[in-house]
């Protein structure tokens, strides 16, 4: 199984435009053999906390309209994608919510952030479960930024027979966590671990991609490298089916 992690910069507030940019990544990933394409933190407005808490037609619902183009390429492409968004909850907060598309267009699963950190806190709500789903056989986790800082993620990942660990994130230049973090997660639990940063600035300081793929052994397979919207696309050895 090929997966991508994909990076670009949301224009912040822009949702239109957004997918649109995500809606073309899942296509340059699918021709690159890629089976699913894992993107940031807030990718579909951007990691703007003012700007989410002062809009709340920003919000989106699971079945939201705004998603369609995506999930159109998701069907065409016969492709999965997991979307990191602000989501509305039943408690009157949104979430920061990785929701999963799958090949045939339809929601797999939803993951709401568990650990909020810093101003998240004032925005959004925290999640109460982890976030799991199935693709072609394969068991995926689902993580989102702070949530990394919590090894026992991991460890209930690895203990529910997860294979494959999906970080949404948004980490700013010199952000220890892509030497102290991620692939200690992978080297530990003998996970792939695969990180989608955002690329250009945010709340929290300016963003430069640097989303990577690490093998269980801690190892990079791929990287998308720095400052430049793109992809890294790593083969799992992994049995489908």
């Keep these: ?27 340059a990933a699918s021709e690159e053999g890629a089976r699913l394409v ?4 807030l990718a579909v407005t951007g ?7 002062e809009r709340p037609g920003l919000w989106l619902t699971e079945d939201d309209s705004r998603l369609g183009p995506l999930r159109e390429a998701c069907r ?100 220890d966590s892509f030497e102290a973090v991620y692939p200690v997660r992978a080297r530990e639990n003998g996970l792939f671990v695969a990180l989608a940063n955002q690329v250009g600035a945010s709340d929290i300081g300016m963003c430069l991609g640097d989303s990577t793929i690490w093998g269980p052994d801690g190892a990079p397979l791929a990287t998308a490298g720095r400052r430049d919207p793109g992809l890294a696309v790593a083969e799992l050895p992994l049995a489908v089916g």
């Design 47 to 53: 990691y703007g906390m003012e700007l989410v808490a």
């Design 76 to 175: 065409e492409t016969g492709t999965a994608a997991v979307v990191n968004a602000a989501v509305r909850t039943a408690g009157g907060r949104p979430g920061i919510s990785s929701l999963v598309i799958g090949p045939d267009g339809a929601l797999l699963t939803r993951y709401d952030k568990r650990h909020l950190h810093g101003v998240e806190l004032d925005v959004f709500a925290p999640g109460e479960h982890d976030g799991r789903f199935t693709l072609d056989g394969v068991r995926f986790a689902l993580t989102v930024c702070y949530d990394n800082r919590f090894p026992e993620l991991a460890e209930r990942a690895r203990a529910d027979g997860c294979r494959v660990y999906l970080a949404s994130s948004v980490l700013e230049d010199g952000n």
């Design 1 to 27: 199984m090929s997966i991508a992690a994909a990076q670009f910069s949301s224009v912040p507030g822009d949702v239109e435009a957004n997918v649109h940019t995500m809606r073309n990544l899942v296509r």
């Design 38 to 41: 894992l993107f940031a933190e």
